[in-house]
C-alpha cells in the first residue's frame, strides 16, 4: 500500500474515529471504503451515459433534445425499464 498524508478538521476525525471504534476497523479501512464508494459511484455515472446513449440507437425517432433534457429521459426510461417484466 501506498501511504497517504490526509489533512482532516476536527470534526472529520473525531466522526471517523468513532466510526472506526464503533466498526472495530481503522480510520484508513474507512477511507478506504470510502474511495471504493466513489469509484463504483462514478462506474455508475459513467453506465447512466451509456444508456443514454442506448436509448438514442434504441428509439432512432426519440428526442432531439437529449443534451438539454438528458436527466429527465434517463430517468423516464429507467423507469419504463424497471416495469417491464423479467
Do not use: F
Amino acid at each position: 500500500m501506498i501511504r497517504v498524508q490526509v489533512h482532516l478538521n476536527e470534526d472529520e476525525d473525531s466522526w471517523l474515529e468513532e466510526r472506526a471504534r464503533q466498526q472495530g476497523t481503522t480510520k484508513s479501512a474507512l477511507i478506504r471504503e470510502g474511495i471504493e464508494i466513489l469509484k463504483v459511484q462514478d462506474a455508475s455515472e459513467t453506465e447512466h451515459l451509456l444508456k443514454l446513449i442506448g436509448m438514442a440507437d434504441y428509439d432512432p425517432d426519440g428526442p432531439t433534445d437529449g443534451s438539454v433534457n438528458h436527466d429527465r429521459y434517463l430517468t423516464q426510461w429507467e423507469d419504463e425499464r424497471n416495469l417491464l417484466p423479467g
